[in-house]
């Protein structure tokens, strides 16, 4: 498959990661793929995508308590990295470099509408379970501190 035809996918679960990442690229160090990733090459990228995905995503999981948005956040890590590869340094931690750009993801995400939005329907949820009326009783809301007639 042509380099330009790659589409990022995320791994299978079930295997190990070292199996989905000699399936795209030779095994080579570190360092020699970041080269590669400048350099702007999508096998090396893919490569490093399998390697590292399991591992942000559950990161960002442990973080975010959706995993539709943990999903979201891992895949603006891999963008972001890819946007940002000319300025790679094979010599530093990659690791912590794309540990870093996961935490600003997830930064963003708690300073988003995307989680305001959900936050508000959480407490509008847990507003409504309070203030259930029983039976012919008032019954006291605690968001409000007013009491609801039937």
């Known amino acids: 498959m042509p380099p330009a035809l790659l589409r990022m996918q995320r791994p299978a679960t079930g295997r190990r990661e070292t199996e989905c990442v000699e399936r795209t690229a030779p095994m080579v160090s570190e360092q020699e793929l970041i080269e590669r990733i400048r350099r702007g090459d999508l096998v090396s990228f893919k490569a490093v995508f399998e390697r590292y995905y399991g591992g942000v995503h559950a990161f960002t999981r442990g973080v975010v308590d959706n995993g539709f948005h943990a999903e979201e956040i891992t895949q603006n890590v891999f963008i972001r990295l890819w946007l940002k590869r000319e300025a790679l340094d094979p010599s ?59």
């Open 92 to 150: 530093r931690n990659f690791k912590a470099f794309l540990y870093t750009l996961a935490r600003h993801e997830i930064a963003d995400y708690f300073r988003s509408d995307r989680y305001d939005r959900r936050r508000l329907r959480l407490d509008l949820l847990h507003d409504a379970v309070a203030c259930q009326v029983v039976e012919g009783r008032q019954s006291r809301c605690a968001a409000d501190g007013m009491a609801a007639e039937r």
